[in-house]
């Protein structure tokens, strides 16, 4: 998970250099919920993600010159490459993983074999609402996922592909 932190100088510098309305009755420190709707804060989100790839690759780049560390160079010269194509895709990061997805499809399939209701199962396993677990497993059944076969509307099944299934031996 990203974290963003914004200092309360940032915000005001960013409303000094937008233009945006500061009001000046207010205290330096003081953020009013006023005040945060007006930020950008995906704009601000994707400036930060620069400054973070900038700075990973510029100390990475004096590390490397000084033959500094050249492991932890190398790490943030990889953390910079993540960082410019985060900043360049923009939006949000998905949520869930493959792993995450993997295990529902292990879940759903084990329940399934059992007879058990299986996105009832997904539901009970990871403790989340049926509307939740039903929708993990709908993206489970993308055909990009690949974890989950095809199945008909309301009807259980769907087989993870051999290398998730558990041995018959």
């Known amino acids: ?17 937008s233009g945006l309305p500061d009001d000046p009755s207010e205290p330096a420190h003081v953020i009013t919920a006023q005040l945060l709707r007006t930020l ?4 601000l989100t994707e400036e930060m993600r620069r400054e973070k790839a900038e700075a990973a690759g510029a100390i990475a780049d004096t590390l490397l010159e000084e033959g500094q560390d050249e ?8 953390r910079s490459r993540r960082f410019k194509a985060e900043a360049a895709a923009g939006g949000r990061r998905p ?13 759903y399939y084990r329940a399934w074999r059992k007879g058990d209701p299986p996105t009832q199962a997904v539901a009970d396993y990871f403790t989340v609402s049926y509307s939740t677990a039903a929708r993990w497993v709908r993206e ?7 974890l989950l076969g095809p199945t008909r509307r309301g009807k259980a099944g769907g087989v993870l592909p051999p290398e998730e299934k558990e041995d018959s031996s």
């Open 140 to 146: 489970c059944r993308k055909p990009q996922r690949g």
């Open 95 to 107: 949520m869930y993983d493959r792993e995450h997805y993997c295990k529902v499809a292990n879940v």
């Open 40 to 43: 950008p804060i995906g704009r």
């Open 71 to 78: 492991a932890y160079a190398h790490h943030l010269q990889e």
């Open 1 to 17: 998970m990203e974290c963003v932190g914004f200092l309360v100088e940032d915000i005001r510098q960013h409303l000094a250099k």
